[in-house]
């Protein structure tokens, strides 16, 4: 897909992992709904760095853990783009908790953010997306960002890995539902930002990354390398890429 005017929706852009790619994804020539929960300066603050890059930036707030909200989001996409070529669902939550001290909200919390969400945008997004690809002959396209809790028994992470796997095991049933108009993917970021309040400098992150096979965390423009892989080859669905340094081949290390 040329990604030139073509309009991109990307949920959790208004920092970190989403903010990148919402950013690379302008820089392409893309315009962007830059989706956003509760930072709006910090979604106002990217949009401007889009705009600066002379393509168009829509800031828009939603809840995803409510459905109405993404109904609402999406209807505010029709109004102001009409269309809607790539979906970037990278919005989630990340919360560890003892096994015993899971309750049911929590439980409900997760899987609403990081899988059922998902689902919704995705479902969302296919209506618009077979519209707009009538007149045009590459596939739209899904990018689902999961992590290795899909993949492996994260301790502390119980609900978290479950919504994760289950987002890679959706992007697969996707992929086969949707094709072939659209295709979706995954990406599998490992040690990429550390989470806030840890230093990207610091000696913790160091040994983090350094866990890996290749032995050093990686950062935002490895994940935006992979995202413009699954944007340019058309011929790539159902796919779930690890970024990560090759921590997936070794079990849960970090966790
Ligand atoms: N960073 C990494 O190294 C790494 C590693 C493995 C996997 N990943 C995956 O890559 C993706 C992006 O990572 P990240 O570190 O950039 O993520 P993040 O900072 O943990 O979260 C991204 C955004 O999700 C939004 N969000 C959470 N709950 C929401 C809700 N109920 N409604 C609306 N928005 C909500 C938040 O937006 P607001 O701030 O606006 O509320 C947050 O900024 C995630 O799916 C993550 O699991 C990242």
Not at 108 to 118: F, G, S, T
Not at 130 to 155: C, F, H, I, K, T
Not at 175 to 181: F, M, V
Request: a neutral charge; glycine letters at 8%; one cysteine or more.
């Amino acid at each position: 897909m040329i990604l030139r005017d073509r309009v991109v929706l990307v949920t959790g852009a208004a920092h970190r992992l989403g903010r990148a790619m919402a950013l690379a994804l302008a820089g392409d020539g893309a315009k962007i709904a830059l989706h956003y929960g509760s930072s709006s300066a910090a979604a106002e603050a990217t949009a401007r760095e889009i705009e600066a890059l002379g393509v168009e930036a829509w800031p828009v707030q939603a809840d995803l853990s409510r459905p109405e909200s993404i109904v609402a989001l999406f209807d505010g996409l029709d109004e102001r783009f009409g269309r809607l070529d790539l979906l970037v669902n990278s919005a989630a939550s990340f919360r560890k908790q003892g096994w015993e001290r899971i309750a049911v909200e929590d439980w409900d919390a997760a899987l609403a953010v990081n899988l059922r969400a998902p689902f919704l945008c995705m479902q969302a997004a296919a209506r618009r997306m077979r519209e707009s690809r009538r007149e045009e002959a590459a596939p739209a396209l899904v990018v689902n960002l999961a992590d290795l809790s899909g993949l492996q028994p994260w301790q502390g992470y119980v609900q978290h890995g479950v919504a994760k796997a289950g987002l890679l095991h959706l992007t697969r049933i996707a992929a086969r539902e949707l094709a072939p108009a659209i295709r979706v993917n995954a990406i599998v970021p490992g040690a990429i930002l550390p989470p806030p309040g840890l230093d990207p400098s610091s000696e913790r992150w160091r040994e983090i990354g350094s866990a890996s096979p290749l032995g050093a965390p990686g950062d935002p423009s490895r994940v935006v390398q992979t995202l413009r892989f699954l944007i340019a080859n058309d011929y790539v669905t159902g796919a779930v890429i690890p970024v990560d340094g090759g921590e997936h081949l070794l079990g849960p290390v970090n966790h």
